[in-house]
C-alpha cells in the first residue's frame, strides 16, 4: 500500500506551505484523484490519521474529488467515459486519446 508514503508526502508539502506562510492551524485539504490513477481513495481515507499522526494537520479534514476517466475518440472525435465505455468509444473505435483519469492533485489548503 503505497498511499501511505504518498500521504506523508502531501503532509511534508502542506506543512511546509503552512510554515512559509505563517498557517497554524490547516482546517482541510482537496485532493482531486483521477478514476484510475494507481492512488486508491480509499486507501487515502483510511492512511490519513497515520499521515498526519502528531503534526499540525492532526485535526485537519480530508476531502476528495474524483476526475473521471475521459477520453476523445481519434476516429469521430467523441469525448466519452473510459470506465463506462471500456476504453471503445459509440462508434466502435478503440483508437482513444486519454484525457483526464490518472490525475492526483493536491488541489486545496483551507487554513483559519
Avoid: W
Amino acid at each position: 500500500m503505497h498511499e501511505l508514503g504518498i500521504m506523508m508526502e502531501v503532509v511534508k508539502q502542506v506543512e511546509q506551505v503552512a510554515l512559509e506562510n505563517q498557517v497554524e492551524k490547516v482546517e482541510k485539504i482537496v485532493l482531486q484523484i483521477g478514476e484510475i490513477s494507481t492512488v486508491i481513495p480509499h486507501f487515502v481515507e483510511e492512511v490519513f490519521p497515520a499521515a498526519t499522526y502528531q503534526t499540525m494537520l492532526e485535526d485537519t479534514e480530508l476531502e476528495i474529488e474524483m476526475i473521471p476517466a475521459n477520453g476523445r475518440c481519434k476516429q469521430c472525435g467523441e469525448i466519452f467515459s473510459l470506465t463506462a465505455q471500456k476504453g471503445i468509444c459509440y462508434c466502435g473505435s478503440e483508437e482513444v486519446e486519454m484525457l483526464s483519469g490518472r490525475e492526483f492533485i493536491l488541489k486545496e489548503i483551507q487554513v483559519s
